[in-house]
C-alpha cells in the first residue's frame, strides 16, 4: 500500500520502499497508522525529529509521498 493510502493500526515490522530509488527502511511499531501518520506530519515542519534517517527524510521531500508503498 502507499503512504497515502489508509493504514491499518496493527502491531508490526514493517518496510517501507522508495519506488523510484529503491531506498528500503525497517522498522518495527505497536501502531502502524500512527508511526506513518507521524512521518507524514513530520515532513511538514521545518525541523522535523532528528532520529529519522537522513536519506530516508530526503527521499520523502524530494519524491513525495507518493513514491513510497508500505509492506
Given at each position: 500500500?502507499?503512504?497515502?493510502?489508509?493504514i491499518?493500526?496493527?502491531?508490526?515490522?514493517?518496510k517501507?520502499?522508495?519506488?523510484?530509488?529503491?531506498?528500503?527502511?525497517?522498522g518495527?511499531?505497536?501502531n502502524l497508522?500512527?508511526?506513518?501518520?507521524?512521518?507524514?506530519?513530520?515532513i511538514?515542519?521545518?525541523?522535523?525529529l532528528?532520529?529519522?534517517?537522513?536519506?530516508f527524510?530526503?527521499?520523502?521531500?524530494?519524491y513525495?509521498?507518493?513514491?513510497f508503498?508500505?509492506?
Amino acid at each position: 500500500m502507499k503512504l497515502t493510502e489508509e493504514i491499518p493500526s496493527v502491531c508490526c515490522v514493517y518496510k517501507i520502499t522508495n519506488t523510484v530509488t529503491n531506498l528500503i527502511i525497517i522498522g518495527s511499531t505497536t501502531n502502524l497508522n500512527k508511526r506513518i501518520n507521524h512521518y507524514r506530519n513530520d515532513i511538514k515542519k521545518d525541523n522535523p525529529l532528528k532520529h529519522y534517517n537522513k536519506r530516508f527524510l530526503d527521499d520523502i521531500i524530494t519524491y513525495g509521498m507518493n513514491s513510497f508503498i508500505v509492506d
